[in-house]
């Protein structure tokens, strides 16, 4: 996830990102897989770092998610 007006946000035209999630047992048990396809303005791959930065935000989001299903287990029943 970009943040609009960073630095990352500023390199790239396009963003699609596809959130997987998957029951892995009984009761709660979950995993969560997250693909982004990313086109550079200049057709060139995010650096390492920058490739990292991408995930983490969409590893935080994932998380900010989780801690409101815990909250609210009845919201998705």
Known sequence: MVVKGSALAAQLKSQVS?????????????????????????????????QAKLMQGYLGLVERVEEYLVAHPDEFV
């Open 18 to 50: 596809e959130v997987r999630v998957t029951s892995v047992g009984e009761g709660t048990s979950c995993m969560v897989s997250v693909t982004v396809e990313y086109k550079r303005l200049d057709g060139a791959p995010l650096v390492p770092e920058d």
